[in-house]
């Protein structure tokens, strides 16, 4: 599936890691600071914020463990090239959306269904409450759990949970911190670029 919600044919449907799967990392410099990319076979599976060598480190070893393979830095990949493309383009304003194969291998259930659908429905510049997608998902009344599916995004960013805040206004919880949240909204068009 592409950030879109377009089923590809990497496209994974379980929601089990394979033994040996290889899994391809690599750290990329943002405007938003640094982002650890991974990469399966299968296609994208996570994009982790504020990516110093001590959440590096963490992330790649959570990785390891959930997909039960040692992922591999290798930021000259083919598994990477394209999603490091992508958001490269997108911080300079040159893409809107991503059209990338996922690998949903690291979540399921009601999370994989909200998130889907926030990938192929909530559109770049635009913005969703958390009841609003707790009802496209036929759950209305779930924005709580809405809210705990976005905490557990594997793929920030280009899944854009930074798309999804409050219905009175206020801007909700972000995992990547609220300030980077105010930056992809801003860059999306949604809020003012900051003063400073």
Same mark, same amino acid.
């Given at each position: ?27 990329? #410099? ?25 959440? %590096?480190? %963490? ?35 040159? %893409? ?8 949903? #291998? ?5 999370? %994989? ?11 770049? /510049? ?8 707790? /009802? ?19 793929? =920030? ?34 809020? =003012?670029?900051?003063?400073?």
């Amino acid at each position: 599936m592409n950030a879109n919600g377009q089923e590809t044919a990497g496209d994974s449907a379980s929601g089990d890691g394979a033994a040996g799967v290889t899994v391809a990392w690599a750290v990329v #410099s943002t405007d938003i600071g640094p982002l650890l990319l991974a990469a399966t076979d299968d296609g994208l599976v996570n994009v982790v914020f504020h990516a110093t060598p001590a959440v %590096r480190d %963490r992330a790649v070893e959570r990785l390891g463990s959930r997909l039960g393979t040692e992922p591999a830095e290798d930021p000259g990949s083919p598994l990477l090239a394209e999603p490091i493309r992508q958001l490269k383009a997108y911080f300079a304003g040159e %893409r809107r959306d991503f059209d990338l194969p996922l690998d949903w #291998s690291l979540i399921s259930g009601f999370n %994989r269904q909200v998130l889907r659908e926030l990938a192929a429905g909530v559109p770049f /510049g635009s913005v969703v409450g958390y009841g609003d997608l707790a /009802g496209r998902v036929g759950q209305p009344g779930a924005a709580q759990a809405v809210g705990m599916a976005m905490g557990a995004n594997p793929l =920030p960013v280009v899944v854009p949970c930074h798309r999804v805040v409050e219905s009175d206004g206020g801007i909700g919880g972000f995992g990547g911190g609220l300030e980077t949240k105010r930056q992809l909204l801003a860059l999306e068009g949604v809020l =003012p670029q900051p003063l400073f």
